[in-house]
């Protein structure tokens, strides 16, 4: 399974992106995909993710309301809309993917992701 992130780049605080994330390869059944991110000297953090059918999103608190996580399925592709950029927002960000986990509580787990893209660089100016 290959992950190509894009879409990343520089804004200014109050602005948006959109990264796109595109799937090829090996196919499950089901498969969940998910973004996270790492900004300098931190640790890698969950952002968003997403269930197979889309009905289901996950977000953590300090995007919630800002970001909006889509997929589409036959394009193998996972969106994350972002808007309202604040300069804490500046970090690679990474998307992944996996099988579906046995709970919602597994979807903040970078364990429950197997594949990871390349990461797309995002820089938010204040």
């Known amino acids: 399974v290959q992950l190509q992130a894009s879409g990343g780049g520089l804004v200014q605080t109050g602005g948006s992106l959109r990264l796109s994330c595109a799937r090829s390869g090996r196919t499950f059944s089901t498969y969940t995909m998910g973004w996270f991110r790492q900004a300098p000297g931190k640790e890698r953090e969950f952002v968003a993710a997403i269930s197979w059918s889309g009905s289901v999103t996950y977000y953590a608190d300090a995007v919630k309301g800002r970001f909006t996580i889509s997929r589409d399925n036959a394009k193998n592709t996972v969106y994350l809309q972002m808007t309202s950029l604040k300069p804490e927002d500046t970090a690679v960000y990474y998307c992944?993917?996996?099988?579906?986990?046995?709970?919602?509580?597994?979807?903040?787990?970078?364990?429950?992701?197997?594949?990871w893209g390349q990461g797309t660089q995002v820089t938010v100016s204040s």
């Open positions: 992944a993917t996996g099988t579906t986990p046995p709970s919602s509580t597994y979807y903040y787990n970078d364990s429950t992701y197997t594949y």
